[in-house]
């Protein structure tokens, strides 16, 4: 199939050089032409693993294009809409402006019979005003395709999808003609993704607003599962247990199961944190009160992990960092991607910063993005150079390469061991063993330190509940 993919960024870049890899011959269209000129060249303008040589494989058949001018889209029998959503800059609200602009550029190019299917996460009803945009092309159908990707799995994540959902007029039951065959949308949908339907992928059909609703109840609910054990985690840290333990027991329920539940600096990242807040946002408009003030919890339970860390790293350095030599583990909003939307690791780091320590930040592919949003925080690219005199090192985004550092050996370039694991990923007892004094979120390790020992259950209310 002749394809056009509109947006070439996190999501559009993957899923057009994934769409060519099955077959289709596909243009990747974007309106910055640096990065078009980056993906004709066969390189990722961002760090994601795999997709360089998706990419090179793509160009190489001819099958994959990418252009700077939407006039390329015009031979696509199905547009995929793949701009950026992001929060809006003054509400909750995610910014659709985006959308709408490449859906009206769009329409002078759209030939007929061809399809328009949005994959951004987008606030529901979006589709509905879509159709507005569209209102002299009545013959095009509109359908709403929601992407799961993750960052830094996206690759694998596109090729071998959980599930394909299908927003479509009328949904499920409009989806099958008399004789119970998929028409209409839904079987240009199926053409599309032939190969991952053979090879057994779920695919679900729905309405427009039920597959709306799905991405961002996916993203709410992996953000609830997140931020419950990290709520865990202080109540961890107030008596004693180890979240860890206590995250690895709930996990063997299979009703539970252990992913997401892995306690420490919390979600951030291009995604997750707009996400929740544009369901937020979404929920009060539709005056459902009770999952505003749900997603208001889960943010403010992530954010108060931020405080948490920077509290523990002013316990650490005796009340004050003020003068301190802090290295700091990880720019990234979490390992394999070298995206810093909203990283919890820079919050910190800029959080110490301001409070008066010598921040030195590090991170194997994020620096070049970090050093150009945060030029007051200074950057070394070497993690022994990093560290080379710290009085304080805090890990905060768990790259494989800090997990496997070794005690000893970082001990002889510190000043002083004292290290803060805030992604809880680290061994203590090795740590410990080597003459480290090391703290993470709600691991136990507060009991070896001052803070939990001295604390009882009835102790002041906590920092998340607090924090609204
Ligand atoms: C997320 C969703 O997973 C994906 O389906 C959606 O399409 C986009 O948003 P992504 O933002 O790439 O993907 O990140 P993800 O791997 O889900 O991690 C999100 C954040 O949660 C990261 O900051 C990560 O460090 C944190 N996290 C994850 C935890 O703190 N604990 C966990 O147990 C899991």
């Given at each position: 199939?002749?394809?056009?993919?509109?947006?070439?960024?996190?999501?559009?870049?993957?899923?057009?050089?994934?769409?060519?890899?099955?077959?289709?011959?596909?243009?990747?269209?974007?309106?910055?032409?640096?990065?078009?000129?980056?993906?004709?060249?066969?390189?990722?303008?961002?760090?994601?693993?795999?997709?360089?040589?998706?990419?090179?494989?793509?160009?190489?058949?001819?099958?994959?294009?990418?252009?700077?001018?939407?006039?390329?889209?015009?031979?696509?029998?199905?547009?995929f809409l793949?701009?950026?959503?992001?929060?809006?800059?003054?509400?909750?609200?995610?910014?659709?402006?985006?959308l709408?602009?490449?859906?009206?550029?769009?329409?002078?190019?759209?030939?007929?019979?061809?399809?328009v299917v949005g994959k951004s996460?987008v606030?529901?009803?979006?589709v509905?005003?879509l159709?507005?945009?569209?209102?002299?092309?009545?013959?095009?159908?509109?359908g709403w395709n929601?992407?799961?990707?993750?960052?830094?799995?996206?690759?694998?994540?596109?090729?071998?999808?959980?599930?394909?959902?299908?927003?479509?007029?009328?949904?499920?039951?409009?989806?099958?003609?008399?004789?119970?065959?998929?028409?209409?949308?839904?079987?240009?949908?199926?053409?599309?993704?032939?190969?991952?339907?053979?090879?057994?992928?779920?695919?679900?059909?729905?309405?427009?607003?039920?597959?709306?609703?799905?991405?961002?109840?996916?993203?709410?609910?992996?953000?609830?599962?997140?931020?419950?054990?990290?709520?865990?985690?202080?109540?961890?840290?107030?008596?004693?247990?180890?979240?860890?333990?206590?995250?690895?027991?709930?996990?063997?329920?299979?009703?539970?199961?252990?992913?997401?539940?892995?306690?420490?600096?919390?979600?951030?990242?291009?995604?997750?944190?707009?996400?929740?807040?544009?369901?937020?946002?979404?929920?009060?408009?539709?005056?459902?009160?009770?999952?505003?003030?749900?997603?208001?919890?889960?943010?403010?339970?992530?954010?108060?992990?931020?405080?948490?860390?920077?509290?523990?790293?002013?316990?650490?350095?005796?009340?004050?960092?003020?003068?301190?030599?802090?290295?700091?583990?990880?720019?990234?909003?979490?390992?394999?991607?070298?995206?810093?939307?909203?990283?919890?690791?820079?919050?910190?780091?800029?959080?110490?910063?301001?409070?008066?320590?010598?921040?030195?930040?590090?991170?194997?592919?994020?620096?070049?993005?970090?050093?150009?949003?945060?030029?007051?925080?200074?950057?070394?690219?070497?993690?022994?150079?990093?560290?080379?005199?710290?009085?304080?090192?805090?890990?905060?985004?768990?790259?494989?390469?800090?997990?496997?550092?070794?005690?000893?050996?970082?001990?002889?370039?510190?000043?002083?061991?004292?290290?803060?694991?805030?992604?809880?990923?680290?061994?203590?007892?090795?740590?410990?063993?080597?003459?480290?004094?090391?703290?993470?979120?709600?691991?136990?390790?507060?009991?070896?330190?001052?803070?939990?020992?001295?604390?009882?259950?009835?102790?002041?209310?906590?920092?998340?509940?607090?924090?609204?």
């Amino acid at each position: 199939m002749k394809i056009s993919v509109i947006g070439c960024g996190y999501l559009g870049a993957v899923h057009a050089a994934t769409l060519a890899a099955m077959g289709h011959t596909v243009v990747g269209i974007d309106v910055d032409s640096a990065k078009i000129d980056q993906l004709s060249r066969g390189t990722a303008p961002f760090y994601e693993p795999g997709l360089d040589e998706l990419l090179v494989e793509g160009l190489s058949t001819g099958r994959l294009h990418f252009s700077a001018s939407m006039a390329a889209a015009a031979e696509a029998e199905v547009h995929f809409l793949c701009v950026g959503t992001p929060q809006s800059k003054t509400s909750n609200d995610a910014d659709l402006s985006y959308l709408f602009a490449a859906t009206a550029a769009l329409v002078p190019y759209l030939a007929e019979g061809a399809a328009v299917v949005g994959k951004s996460t987008v606030p529901v009803g979006t589709v509905m005003l879509l159709r507005s945009v569209l209102a002299d092309r009545k013959d095009v159908p509109l359908g709403w395709n929601p992407e799961f990707l993750r960052q830094g799995t996206a690759v694998k994540d596109s090729l071998v999808p959980d599930r394909l959902v299908y927003g479509v007029a009328g949904g499920r039951d409009a989806s099958l003609d008399a004789t119970g065959h998929a028409h209409g949308l839904t079987a240009v949908l199926d053409a599309v993704y032939e190969p991952l339907l053979r090879a057994g992928i779920p695919r679900l059909v729905c309405a427009y607003a039920t597959a709306e609703l799905i991405k961002s109840a996916a993203n709410a609910y992996l953000a609830t599962k997140i931020s419950f054990i990290n709520a865990m985690s202080e109540l961890c840290d107030a008596s004693g247990a180890d979240v860890t333990e206590l995250g690895e027991a709930m996990g063997l329920d299979p009703r539970i199961g252990g992913r997401y539940l892995h306690a420490g600096l919390g979600f951030g990242g291009g995604c997750l944190p707009k996400d929740i807040r544009s369901f937020r946002a979404q929920a009060a408009a539709l005056d459902v009160d009770s999952v505003d003030q749900w997603m208001g919890v889960v943010d403010a339970i992530n954010l108060a992990q931020r405080h948490r860390t920077v509290e523990i790293a002013r316990e650490l350095c005796g009340g004050s960092v003020r003068g301190q030599a802090v290295t700091v583990l990880g720019a990234a909003f979490k390992p394999d991607t070298d995206d810093i939307r909203d990283s919890p690791a820079l919050d910190v780091a800029l959080q110490l910063a301001t409070l008066g320590a010598q921040v030195t930040v590090t991170d194997p592919k994020a620096l070049p993005n970090a050093a150009m949003r945060y030029p007051q925080l200074r950057f070394v690219q070497s993690t022994d150079v990093a560290l080379a005199g710290a009085d304080l090192v805090l890990l905060l985004t768990e790259w494989d390469e800090y997990r496997q550092l070794v005690p000893a050996d970082v001990g002889l370039k510190v000043r002083r061991r004292t290290m803060v694991d805030a992604r809880n990923v680290l061994h203590a007892a090795e740590w410990e063993a080597a003459g480290w004094h090391i703290r993470g979120l709600g691991t136990g390790t507060a009991g070896r330190g001052t803070l939990a020992r001295e604390r009882t259950l009835g102790a002041p209310a906590s920092s998340a509940v607090r924090a609204f």
